[in-house]
C-alpha cells in the first residue's frame, strides 16, 4: 500500500477541480488500493481484522478531508482569478465617446414654439398624408385654381384625392373643424413638393400659425411678427417689410421680408439693404372659415406660414438646405446644439 502521506500530498497539489476528482476515484473509488484492502478483511482472523479496518477507515477519512481542504482551496482560487479578470480600475480617465446632438431643426422648432407660447400659442400637429380637400379645397383651392400647379405635388393615387401635403395650412382646418374659436395656434411640421436645389428639398418644414377670435386685425399679424423675428433672430432692431401677395387662402395676403447685408460671405441679419422672404401670411380668407364652420359674423383671424428650414439657415449661417437632410455626423457635430440646453426665453434661446 502506497504511503498515506504520498497520497494526501498529491491531493494537496492537484491544479484543478478535475484532477482532484480523478485522484478522488484513484485513492477511494471501487478500483482503489484502499477498497482493494477492504475486500480482504474478510480472509483475516478478528482481531487481525480489527485493527487493520480501523487503519483503513483511518486512511479513508484522512484522505476524504485531503480532498474536501484542496476542493476549498481551488473554489476559493477559482474565484479570486475571476475578480481578478473582472477587475474595474475606476481610475482611469473616461473614455471619449461621440455627443448626440440636437439637428438645427429641431432646435429651430423647440426655439419658435417656446416663442410663440410665451404670447399664448399652443402647438398642434397634423398628419403628412392628408387628403386633397384638406390640402386645397377646403383652402379655398379649387380644382382649377393654378395654384395647385404652383405647389408641385406629390400624389398618392391615381384620383389625387390623397397627397403628401405640400404646406401645414390643412392643419388650420383640421384644428377649427374639431373646436370652437377662439384659435391661437402654431403648427410645426413636415411638408412635401417636388423641387430640390440649394434653397429647397422636396420634403422642408414649415410653421404654420393661426389665430381666430373677435375683432383679430391685420395690426395684430403685423405685431405677432415682429415680436416674433426679433425674439428669433436675438436682435432689438429689425428691418421688416411686408410686401402685398396672393394666397387663396387669406384675403389680404402678404409675404414678409426681412432685412439683411453680407459680410466676408456671411449673411447679417436685421441690418443692410438687401431683402430675404421668410413667410407669408393674411386674413383668413371668410370661404376657409366657412368650410370650417366658423361663423364668420363674429370671429376672423389671420394666419401665417413660415418655413423653419430657411430660418435655421439664416440663424445659424448654413448654406445649403440640402445638407439638413443627409445624416451626416460630422455636419450634425457642427452645426448640432447640446441635447441639455433646452432653449427658452429667459435663459436665452441659442445660448
Ligand atoms: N401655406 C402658404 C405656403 O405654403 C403660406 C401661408 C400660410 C400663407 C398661411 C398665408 C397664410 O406658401
Not at 400637429?125 to 377646403?138: H, I, K, L, Q
Request: neutral net charge; aromatic residues 10%; contains cysteine.
Amino acid at each position: 500500500m502506497a504511503d498515506i502521506r504520498e497520497l494526501i500530498q498529491k491531493v494537496s497539489l492537484a491544479k484543478n477541480k478535475l484532477e482532484l476528482q480523478n485522484l478522488k476515484t484513484q485513492f477511494l473509488g471501487k478500483n482503489s488500493q484502499i477498497n482493494q484492502e477492504f475486500k480482504k478483511l474478510g480472509s483475516l482472523n478478528e482481531d487481525e481484522r480489527k485493527v487493520k479496518a480501523t487503519s483503513l477507515n483511518n486512511e479513508k477519512q484522512k484522505i476524504s478531508e485531503a480532498i474536501n481542504i484542496r476542493l476549498k482551496e481551488l473554489e476559493k482560487l477559482e474565484i479570486n482569478e475571476k475578480l481578478q479578470k473582472d477587475k474595474v480600475d475606476v481610475t482611469l480617465p473616461a473614455r471619449e465617446r461621440p455627443n448626440g446632438k440636437i439637428h438645427p431643426v429641431s432646435q429651430v422648432i423647440d426655439e419658435i414654439s417656446s416663442i410663440f407660447s410665451e404670447i399664448g400659442f399652443s402647438v398642434e400637429e397634423g398628419p403628412d398624408v392628408e387628403s386633397e380637400y384638406n390640402n386645397f379645397t377646403a383652402l379655398n383651392t379649387p380644382e382649377d385654381h393654378p395654384a395647385r400647379d404652383m405647389h408641385d405635388t406629390f400624389y398618392l393615387d391615381k384620383n389625387k384625392k390623397i397627397l403628401l401635403r405640400t404646406h401645414t395650412s390643412p392643419v388650420q382646418i383640421r384644428t377649427m373643424l374639431s373646436g370652437n374659436p377662439p384659435f391661437k395656434i402654431i403648427v410645426p411640421g413636415r411638408t412635401y413638393r417636388c423641387d430640390s436645389d440649394q434653397t429647397h428639398s422636396p420634403m422642408f418644414h414649415q410653421l404654420e400659425g393661426l389665430h381666430i377670435d373677435k375683432n383679430i386685425t391685420m395690426g395684430h399679424l403685423k405685431g405677432c411678427l415682429d415680436y416674433f423675428i426679433k425674439e428669433f433672430f436675438e436682435v432689438k432692431k429689425i428691418r421688416m417689410r411686408f410686401r402685398p401677395s396672393h394666397f387663396p387662402f387669406t384675403e389680404p395676403s402678404a409675404e414678409v421680408d426681412i432685412g439683411y447685408k453680407l459680410e466676408n460671405g456671411r449673411i447679417i441679419v436685421g441690418e443692410g439693404d438687401k431683402w430675404l422672404e421668410v413667410l407669408g401670411c393674411g386674413m383668413v380668407h371668410p370661404n376657409v372659415l366657412k368650410n370650417a364652420k366658423i361663423n364668420t359674423k363674429i370671429f376672423q383671424g389671420f394666419a401665417f406660414g413660415m418655413g423653419i428650414d430657411r430660418l435655421a439657415m439664416l440663424k445659424y449661417g448654413i448654406n445649403d438646405l440640402r445638407s439638413f437632410f443627409e445624416t451626416d455626423y460630422r455636419w450634425l457635430n457642427y452645426f448640432g446644439f447640446d441635447p441639455l440646453d433646452v432653449p427658452t426665453n429667459y435663459r436665452g434661446l441659442s445660448r
